[in-house]
């Protein structure tokens, strides 16, 4: 296929900044759904694998293609449109069924000569009855639900601890393991069961046998017998032939297990370590990688769980998009809404929702795999500085930049006080404070004209390379790529931006 002049140009300039490494491990920065798909879309151009290395199909990475086509990858990685090898490795949670569908998804968008894909032998396997202890969990946490995205990745991964459940490696071997292993996750959930039906959460006849969830498992795993392997083998022996491999971090650091704000997190590695811990290669391998880290221009929370730069509020943005289902599709009705909006938003008669719901419209800020309406944040300097911490990018890429366009002007989180207190730059409160702290808020100035889909730093004006060189003077870490809309081809490449 021929690749279009601008894209031409595009990869070439990134191969100024890539090129020179082998790895690259590519994460989120806040609470996820940041576009780390489209900047992997377009990165794995430059590399022969693309690995993702946590999170399971909770996760929901959205790419579209330089003809208009949208896929949104929950289990494969974004290198699928670009014909990279993809691997669904060991730290990533699988669900059989669910892989299925995307693959039917994954042929119909790139068409049936699909790229290999690799799908670990030992992952940690979905089944019904993780699904019923996610209910059971939520139901039972009243008040503190997290609001999980309902594909049973934290009974994944707390079963996986707990030494109980399935690898995909018992969908091929002696048929009794498989059975013996699901005899005894039943035997363990049991007496939770008994409770769901007592209390009616479900009904006795929802409750699947070990014999149904095994026969149902066994119908499907022929289809995928050809792509599991032990694939930390595999990049092990991909590395020594040094091939070029992109790692696909899932969510973000704010949802890591150990880094995010827990428990209001999802239950895998979402910062850059993961990337050795959910692939099975050795630090060593890492010696080489470049780590970008993909942040949203304004970020956004979906579930439960602190959000201090937050605008407005968590359930009313939900149902804020639930209720006008029309000002997410193109048509007069949006146009109407976002010109007033922006215009009460530049003559400072806007409140938080009046921004909020500005910024949620105009990003179609709907959850990938949930659809819930997504909420909004001012850019944050504080959390920004604590994940930069911890993560150790040597670049990041900052997405949807367009979105500022228009804005006379747009509040920027730089610090937190904590009763009465400012807290120092690198601090970050434990969950319950950071339900509390009380954002301090400066006034970064935007620019009037539309960069939507600019591809060029010098076609930018000059406000908003000023809102970029005073956001990378202050983080300290070159910001490479920026995003101005959803195509491929949106993206400004900086090769003239310093290394960290
Ligand atoms: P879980 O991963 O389904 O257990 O959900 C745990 C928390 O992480 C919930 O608050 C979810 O909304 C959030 N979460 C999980 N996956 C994503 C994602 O891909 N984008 C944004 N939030 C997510």
């Given at each position: 296929?021929?690749?279009?002049?601008?894209?031409?140009?595009?990869?070439?300039?990134?191969?100024?900044?890539?090129?020179?490494?082998?790895?690259?491990?590519?994460?989120?920065?806040?609470?996820?759904?940041?576009?780390?798909?489209?900047?992997?879309?377009?990165?794995?151009?430059?590399?022969?694998?693309?690995?993702?290395?946590?999170?399971?199909?909770?996760?929901?990475?959205?790419?579209?293609?330089?003809?208009?086509?949208?896929?949104?990858?929950?289990?494969?990685?974004?290198?699928?449109?670009?014909?990279?090898?993809?691997?669904?490795?060991?730290?990533?949670?699988?669900?059989?069924?669910?892989?299925?569908v995307e693959l039917r998804q994954a042929k119909k968008v790139f068409g049936d000569t699909?790229?290999?894909?690799?799908?670990?032998?030992?992952?940690?396997?979905?089944?019904?009855?993780?699904?019923?202890?996610?209910?059971?969990?939520?139901?039972?946490?009243?008040?503190?639900?997290?609001?999980?995205?309902?594909?049973?990745?934290?009974?994944?991964?707390?079963?996986?601890?707990?030494?109980?459940?399935?690898?995909?490696?018992?969908?091929?071997?002696?048929?009794?393991?498989?059975?013996?292993?699901?005899?005894?996750?039943?035997?363990?959930?049991?007496?939770?069961?008994?409770?769901?039906?007592?209390?009616?959460?479900?009904?006795?006849?929802?409750?699947?046998?070990?014999?149904?969830?095994?026969?149902?498992?066994?119908?499907?795993?022929?289809?995928?017998?050809?792509?599991?392997?032990?694939?930390?083998?595999?990049?092990?022996?991909?590395?020594?032939?040094?091939?070029?491999?992109?790692?696909?971090?899932?969510?973000?650091?704010?949802?890591?297990?150990?880094?995010?704000?827990?428990?209001?997190?999802?239950?895998?590695?979402?910062?850059?370590?993961?990337?050795?811990?959910?692939?099975?290669?050795?630090?060593?391998?890492?010696?080489?990688?470049?780590?970008?880290?993909?942040?949203?221009?304004?970020?956004?929370?979906?579930?439960?769980?602190?959000?201090?730069?937050?605008?407005?509020?968590?359930?009313?943005?939900?149902?804020?998009?639930?209720?006008?289902?029309?000002?997410?599709?193109?048509?007069?009705?949006?146009?109407?809404?976002?010109?007033?909006?922006?215009?009460?938003?530049?003559?400072?008669?806007?409140?938080?929702?009046?921004?909020?719901?500005?910024?949620?419209?105009?990003?179609?800020?709907?959850?990938?795999?949930?659809?819930?309406?997504?909420?909004?944040?001012?850019?944050?300097?504080?959390?920004?500085?604590?994940?930069?911490?911890?993560?150790?990018?040597?670049?990041?890429?900052?997405?949807?930049?367009?979105?500022?366009?228009?804005?006379?002007?747009?509040?920027?989180?730089?610090?937190?006080?904590?009763?009465?207190?400012?807290?120092?730059?690198?601090?970050?409160?434990?969950?319950?404070?950071?339900?509390?702290?009380?954002?301090?808020?400066?006034?970064?100035?935007?620019?009037?004209?539309?960069?939507?889909?600019?591809?060029?730093?010098?076609?930018?004006?000059?406000?908003?390379?000023?809102?970029?060189?005073?956001?990378?003077?202050?983080?300290?870490?070159?910001?490479?790529?920026?995003?101005?809309?959803?195509?491929?081809?949106?993206?400004?490449?900086?090769?003239?931006?310093?290394?960290?």
């Open positions: 296929m021929r690749v279009p002049l601008k894209l031409k140009r595009l990869y070439s300039q990134l191969q100024k900044i890539f090129g020179r490494n082998t790895m690259l491990i590519v994460t989120g920065t806040y609470w996820g759904d940041e576009g780390k798909g489209k900047v992997i879309d377009l990165l794995s151009k430059l590399y022969k694998m693309t690995i993702r290395f946590s999170g399971g199909a909770g996760a929901g990475h959205t790419l579209v293609t330089p003809d208009g086509k949208k896929f949104i990858g929950h289990l494969i990685p974004c290198g699928i449109a670009q014909l990279t090898t993809c691997v669904l490795g060991r730290g990533e949670f699988f669900d059989l069924k669910r892989f299925l699909l790229p290999p894909i690799w799908i670990d032998r030992f992952s940690p396997l979905w089944t019904e009855y993780h699904q019923l202890l996610e209910i059971w969990l939520e139901f039972s946490k009243k008040k503190g639900k997290i609001h999980t995205t309902g594909k049973a990745i934290g009974p994944l991964a707390g079963l996986k601890s707990l030494r109980s459940g399935l690898k995909v490696r018992h969908l091929f071997g002696d048929h009794k393991i498989l059975r013996n292993q699901l005899e005894a996750l039943y035997r363990e959930l049991k007496p939770l069961f008994d409770e769901m039906v007592r209390l009616g959460i479900v009904r006795r006849k929802d409750i699947l046998l070990p014999l149904h969830v095994q026969q149902k498992l066994l119908k499907d795993a022929p289809k995928i017998a050809g792509y599991v392997k032990d694939t930390a083998r595999g990049l092990y022996d991909a590395c020594r032939a040094k091939v070029r491999m992109l790692f696909e971090a899932a969510q973000a650091p704010g949802l890591d297990i150990n880094m995010g704000t827990w428990p209001f997190v999802s239950s895998g590695h979402s910062v850059a370590a993961g990337a050795p811990l959910g692939t099975g290669l050795s630090l060593k391998e890492f010696k080489d990688v470049v780590i970008l880290m993909v942040m949203k221009a304004l970020p956004t929370r979906v579930g439960a769980g602190p959000f201090p730069s937050e605008i407005w509020d968590r359930l009313m943005s939900e149902r804020f998009s639930q209720q006008n289902p029309k000002l997410f599709k193109k048509g007069r009705a949006r146009e109407n809404f976002l010109g007033s909006k922006l215009a009460l938003i530049n003559s400072d008669l806007a409140k938080p929702k009046d921004w909020a719901q500005y910024f949620q419209v105009l990003g179609y800020e709907l959850g990938a795999t949930t659809g819930r309406g997504r909420s909004i944040g001012w850019m944050d300097i504080m959390w920004l500085h604590y994940t930069i911490r911890i993560n150790g990018p040597t670049y990041f890429a900052l997405t949807r930049f367009d979105m500022l366009s228009g804005l006379d002007k747009v509040p920027v989180v730089v610090g937190y006080e904590l009763d009465g207190k400012r807290l120092e730059i690198g601090d970050m409160p434990d969950t319950d404070n950071l339900f509390r702290v009380k954002p301090i808020v400066e006034m970064w100035p935007c620019w009037k004209d539309d960069i939507y889909g600019c591809a060029n730093w010098k076609d930018l004006p000059y406000a908003a390379k000023q809102f970029v060189w005073k956001l990378e003077k202050i983080i300290g870490v070159p910001i490479v790529l920026i995003g101005t809309g959803p195509k491929r081809d949106a993206m400004i490449v900086r090769t003239a931006a310093k290394k960290n």
